[in-house]
């Protein structure tokens, strides 16, 4: 269906074009002009009980996107979607407010059972970073135990599993993404319309971690390695006497800190290496590695060049969460 019969049947009062073409919008080249009338598509879903649409604004609250940031109001349109009769949604409460186990969606509930699910659910408690310890100075490395619990990585491999493509890597000459020998495993990065407000509760909570803000991070990846498959020692900073990397430093920033979540431990080998201070370190279910890419003078440290090692056996999963030094300002070029 064309862009324009898409518009013509969501002006018409169609929920599920209007559900349609807000997520276009917000997907599309222009989403950041979008942003406004895609919101408003998905308003007028949502209040003709349409649980996607409901869904979505609540992701839409949770990350602050279009708007102010507001958990209580991201929490109010999860009930409402699981009252719609999102399973999603519905899951995602039963996650939200116990996350030590898998949600297990009841045969039969009505709005009350959501209404009370809903209100025992306490954001604070959910951004709580628990355990940390400093693993090296020299890069500056931080490990958090526990930082996510299992029933939480299970999720967020679910969510990645069947959206992975083959890993990408930056070009050097052009600052171009593409595949390249050096990077085998496969990714998902996660756009807007790929989120849920528990992933974004553990962005969140890496932003409790680090103490930098959301609008700096990158759209968070989840990586996948097969057996055999790796990263290659590299930095996660941008080469800054790369020119063909100029124009994204100056809008974007420099990525000043990688946080990766190891989502699960059923495998042998795939350590994250540092080769230039001799550390291999592998993360148990739910630990977290935080990793300065620049010194306390916000100069790039070389040492902080890693590999990620292939599994011998087993897959590894991780999510991958790089944050640089400002929030996004306006384009200037062509986005890389």
């Known amino acids: 269906m064309s862009h324009n019969e898409l518009a013509t049947r969501a002006a018409s009062g169609n929920a599920d074009a209007q559900f349609e073409l807000g997520i276009k919008l917000m997907s599309g080249q222009s989403a950041e002009n979008d942003a406004d009338q895609a919101i408003t598509m998905l308003e007028a879903a949502s209040a003709q009980g349409h649980a996607k649409a409901t869904e979505q604004l609540a992701v839409l609250e949770s990350m602050g996107a279009g708007r102010m940031q507001n958990w209580e109001r991201a929490l109010d349109f999860l009930q409402l979607g699981a009252e719609q009769g999102s399973a999603s949604a519905r899951a995602q409460l039963l996650l939200l407010s116990d996350n030590s186990q898998d949600p297990l969606l009841p045969a039969k509930a009505g709005p009350d059972h959501w209404r009370?699910?809903?209100?025992?659910?306490n954001i604070r408690e959910r951004l709580q970073v628990g355990n940390r310890s400093l693993l090296s100075e020299?890069?500056?490395?931080?490990?958090?135990?526990?930082?996510?619990?299992?029933?939480?990585?299970?999720?967020?491999?679910?969510?990645?599993?069947?959206?992975?493509?083959?890993?990408?890597?930056?070009?050097?000459?052009?600052?171009?993404?593409?595949?390249?020998r050096a990077r085998t495993n496969s990714a998902i990065e996660f756009q807007v319309t790929d989120m849920d407000v528990v992933i974004e509760t553990l962005r969140a909570r890496v932003s409790e971690a680090t103490?930098?803000?959301?609008?700096?991070?990158?759209p968070t990846q989840v990586l996948h390695y097969s057996v055999g498959q790796q990263f290659s020692a590299h930095h996660d900073y941008l080469d800054p006497?790369?020119?063909?990397?100029?124009?994204?430093?100056?809008?974007?920033?420099?990525?000043?800190?990688?946080?990766?979540?190891?989502?699960?431990?059923?495998y042998e080998g795939g350590e994250t290496s540092f080769p230039a201070i001799g550390l291999d370190y592998r993360g148990r279910t739910g630990d977290a590695l935080l990793l300065a890419n620049v010194d306390r003078q916000g100069r790039i440290d070389p040492l902080t060049r890693h590999a990620g090692l292939p599994p011998t056996s087993g897959e590894k999963w991780i999510l991958s969460q790089w944050i640089r030094d400002r929030a996004p300002g306006p384009a200037t070029g062509e986005s890389t």
Not at 211 to 218: G, I, R, V, Y
Not at 252 to 263: D, H, K
């Open 116 to 121: 009370e699910l809903r209100a025992r659910i």
């Open 138 to 180: 020299a890069p500056w490395i931080r490990v958090f135990e526990g930082f996510a619990t299992p029933a939480e990585c299970r999720w967020v491999i679910s969510a990645a599993r069947n959206r992975l493509k083959p890993a990408t890597v930056f070009v050097g000459e052009t600052g171009e993404l593409t595949q390249d």
């Open 211 to 218: 103490k930098l803000p959301l609008p700096f991070f990158e």
């Open 241 to 266: 006497q790369n020119s063909a990397l100029h124009e994204q430093i100056a809008r974007l920033g420099q990525r000043i800190a990688t946080v990766l979540i190891y989502l699960d431990e059923h």
